[in-house]
């Protein structure tokens, strides 16, 4: 792999954040990386034409609302272009991405739900403590990996928190 595509909204100021992240990596890596600037729903088609012309080899679509919510018609899309891809959380991965790594979401809606239940008896917000996510998850899509006829090595499979097949 040389080429990989990076689907990002310039709307988002984390999605900034993690294209610079991103661009450390790959030229760490040495791999071309594509920026494809996406505002919304009607860009992915252009932005799909974009990749399959610079010939990439695999996707990565960061975290933002716009790509969530249109999670799995961007699966379709990268299958359809043949495009491997990793995205930013297992809901992704559920909807057809290839691979996920990322924060474990129901664990931040359970620790979100403790902070609402310690607001609701008394506690002032300001005196609850800032915390970061501690639970992360790799999540696999077994039947996407065979329709883009890949193979995922065993080695891989195994650090896998959850293989969808």
């Known amino acids: 792999m040389s080429r990989v595509a990076s689907l990002w909204n310039p ?8 294209l610079k992240d991103t661009e450390v990596a790959a030229l760490a ?34 975290a933002d609302p ?14 359809k272009n043949r495009l491997p891809t990793v995205v930013p959380q ?28 310690r607001i609701l008896k008394g506690t002032k917000p300001a005196d609850l403590p800032v915390q970061q996510p501690t639970k992360f998850e790799f999540v696999i899509n077994l039947k996407t990996a065979k329709a883009l006829n890949l193979t995922i090595p065993q080695s891989v499979l195994y650090r896998a928190d959850r293989v969808i097949k």
């Open 11 to 18: 709307a988002n100021p984390a999605n900034k954040i993690s």
């Open 29 to 62: 890596l040495r791999v071309q990386l594509q920026s494809l600037e996406v505002r919304g729903a009607q860009d992915f088609e252009a932005a799909f034409s974009q990749m399959t012309r610079a010939r990439a080899d695999a996707l990565i679509i960061q």
């Open 66 to 79: 716009i790509f969530r919510g249109e999670r799995a018609r961007l699966a379709e899309l990268a299958l």
């Open 90 to 117: 297992s809901t992704f991965v559920e909807a057809g991405g290839l691979m996920s790594y990322g924060t474990n979401n129901p664990d931040l809606y359970r620790r979100a739900a403790t902070y609402v239940d």
